[in-house]
């Protein structure tokens, strides 16, 4: 794929650079931090780049072809997009974009329950590759309406998120006043005029809503009343209980997202569940969390046969694309390359974003001598 946007920005850090001059520092930092020191972050960097793969010249046999199969459906690159709550705060319309680009490329889109859009309006969007995230609230009513909302919009795929029972500790976003509702000061106001662009595209587009959960928010009249309903209602712990309950009510496929050892993949894999997800949620809830580098191939080797494993967490590149699928990995999300990309060009972005890591990866496997992405693992040093 060879995109226009390229003279301008060729790689997804250089989408993260020109996001970071496009949108307010409180917007930024909330996008690219962790919590606490950040070390989950930085962790997930190392062993990354800790891995890498051997090439085979002479024994190539034809180029590479990145279409791959994920839970029963074709898609033409075996990488997604990872669910992204209030995405709209940095760039307004962000999971609509994300979502239609998803739908051009055919690569899976999750939407988060937290998005700025609704499950409605990225159906309309992403189509059959929509697949929706859900944060199960405590209300039952609540928790099975959201999920015959996705039904009847024709979503098939729905992914749990368990690695949140508590809200991930993020001082950037603490001295920011970066919370439900947000604290207006001083230093925030400056911030917002100091990036004209966002501050207009926002304006116009009214501050970012958690656009699923607001019909059942209509009697609250205000940000704080908001706030105390999203903090109350979606603060409900995922155990095995809880889970084993939602694939008996879930008639599609299921999706456990946060994985991060042995026994929980082996109890996803006792109660049918489709998938896992193998994260760390982006180095965002747990500083002293192990990177899923660390587990991907123990976890394959234990569930592999009997679910499919997906990962998230650190993806910067193609490059970091090759390598999880080269430690078992099925299918590849990240969420960060894709706001860069939204951050920094706005609706063309999304399909940049795309279009930099299938060229990035496609460059990688052919210079390997590696024909499909599920052949990746025989290329591991």
């Known amino acids: 794929m060879v995109s226009k946007l390229n003279s301008k920005a060729a790689s997804i850090a250089d989408l993260k650079l020109r996001t970071k001059n496009r949108i307010p520092k409180f917007a930024y930092e909330y996008l690219v931090g962790g919590c606490n020191n950040d070390r989950a972050i930085a962790h997930n960097r190392d062993a990354l780049d800790h891995v890498f793969l051997q090439p085979s010249y002479l024994s190539r046999t034809q180029a590479a072809s990145l279409k791959t199969t994920a839970l029963g459906a074709e898609y033409d690159a075996p990488f997604g997009i990872a669910p992204l709550g209030l995405s709209g705060l940095i760039w307004p319309k962000a999971a ?10 055919n690569i899976p889109y999750i939407l988060s329950t937290l998005a700025s859009t609704s499950i409605e309006d990225a159906a309309a969007c992403a189509g059959n590759n929509l697949w929706f995230q859900l944060y199960p609230p405590k209300d039952q009513e609540i928790r099975l309406d959201l999920m015959q909302r996705a039904q009847q919009v024709g979503c098939n795929n729905l992914v749990v998120t368990i690695d949140v029972p508590v809200a991930g500790r993020r001082p950037n976003d603490i001295k920011n006043g970066l919370s439900v509702p947000p604290k207006i000061t001083l230093k925030s106001i400056y911030q917002t005029v100091s990036r004209p662009s966002w501050a207009m595209a926002t304006g116009l587009n009214g501050m970012p ?6 019909p059942y928010m209509s009697k609250l009249s205000n940000l704080e009343d908001v706030a105390n309903y999203i903090r109350s209602t979606l603060k409900e712990p995922v155990n095995l209980s809880m889970l084993e309950q939602l694939r008996q009510q879930w008639p599609g496929k299921l999706i456990v997202k946060g994985v991060l050892n042995v026994a929980d993949a082996k109890h996803c894999a006792a109660i049918n569940v489709d998938a896992i997800i193998v994260s760390n949620h982006g180095g965002r809830q747990l500083d002293v969390a192990c990177s899923p580098v660390e587990m991907m191939q123990e976890i394959v080797d234990s569930v592999g046969d009997k679910l499919e494993v997906f990962v998230d967490s650190g993806v910067e590149s193609g490059v ?3 390598r ?3 430690l078992g990995a099925n299918m590849v999300f990240s969420g960060r390359p894709y706001m860069y990309g939204v951050g920094a060009f706005g609706k063309q972005g999304a399909n940049h974003c ?5 060229s990035e990866l496609e460059q990688v496997m052919n210079q390997l001598g590696c024909s499909s992405p599920d052949e990746l693992v025989k290329f591991l040093k």
Do not use: G, P
Not at 96 to 104: I, N
Not at 209 to 214: T, V
Not at 354 to 358: Q, S
């Open 96 to 105: 609509e974009y994300h979502a239609a680009a998803a739908k051009k490329a």
């Open 209 to 214: 809503q958690f656009a699923s959960m607001q």
């Open 320 to 322: 970091d694309i090759a």
């Open 324 to 326: 999880y699928l080269a």
């Open 354 to 358: 795309i279009d930099i890591l299938y």
